[in-house]
């Protein structure tokens, strides 16, 4: 009898364990979202945000090499309010632990949109850079 209850117990184990696995798994290929408020303008891609934007990243997307990260004016996935649509690229970093999105001040006083990070994560999302954009580094 103790045996069976033993071999029981380690069965109903493993299933549970099996069904957490499978449910992260599963959210680890679902949409990220996050909505942010931009009060300065800031330049993603050659569009300028300013106000409410979201911020939504497919991780089955990126596995297939499509266009993985859209930004929409407003709160919701409408296709007329599409503002930029790219392929990000993944930079290792520390967990955030809210959204956050760097920028960087160009020598013209333009604000750029660099990357952004969601909250819970220990991955960036960098924005690529267009061909034709120099990066210029001074040395100290």
Known sequence: MRTLVFLSLVVCALIIGSVSW???AAMRGQKQRAVV???SP??????VLKGTYLFVHDDAAM???EA????YKGESEAKDKLVASFHCIPVPRATAKYFKV?????SSGTVELREFQFGGESEGHA???PANT???MVAN
């Open 42 to 47: 800031v330049t993603l891609q050659g569009a």
């Open 22 to 24: 499978t449910t992260t």
């Open 102 to 106: 760097r920028t960087l001040e160009t």
């Open 68 to 71: 993985c990260t859209r930004v």
């Open 127 to 129: 924005v690529p850079m």
């Open 134 to 136: 120099a990066v210029v």
């Open 37 to 39: 408020k931009f009060d």
């Open 63 to 65: 596995k297939r090499g």
